[in-house]
């Protein structure tokens, strides 16, 4: 799995007009799940997403998490983070995990962070999303298990 974390002052996601979800202070994190990831793999993202020091301390210093800092997470699927770049000029997606598999394992990483007391709001799985951030920092993470 994949996930591609921004630290975000707010950031919300739109589908077909409508607001569907947004967040404050937080991170706004995009999913990718791979074949043969599984719900151990979500598990252990899960953790190091809540526990992942990215915001600053008294001291300037990254040394707290979103639940340091009451935080709140915005959790998107997106598949294109499975991509295979090596080669041509047009990203390959077979490495991406199949959609009923991948809509589990994103729903079951949303859960599993919400699991550790954290705010979570989520996109909508395979739809034409609008997300919108602003980026604080910038702070952009790439995280694989």
Do not use: C, W
Request: proline share 3%; net charge negative.
């Amino acid at each position: 799995m994949i996930a591609l974390l921004q630290k975000v002052g707010h950031a919300n996601v739109v589908v077909e007009g409508k607001e569907i979800a947004s967040i404050g202070k937080g991170i706004l994190v995009f999913v990718g799940v791979e074949k043969g990831d599984d719900k151990t793999k979500a598990d252990r993202l899960a953790k190091r997403i809540s526990g992942y020091r990215i915001f600053e301390d008294e001291e300037g210093k990254t040394n707290l998490s979103v639940k340091d800092v009451a935080g709140e997470i915005l959790v998107v699927s997106q598949f294109t983070l499975a991509a295979d770049t090596k080669k041509g000029m047009r990203p390959s997606f077979s490495n991406a995990a199949l959609p009923e598999i991948a809509n589990e394992l994103y729903l079951h990483l949303a859960a599993q962070i919400e699991a550790e007391n954290i705010p979570v709001q989520t996109g909508q799985f395979q739809a034409d999303m609008k997300v919108s951030l602003m980026n604080d920092g910038p702070m952009t993470i790439r995280l694989e298990v």
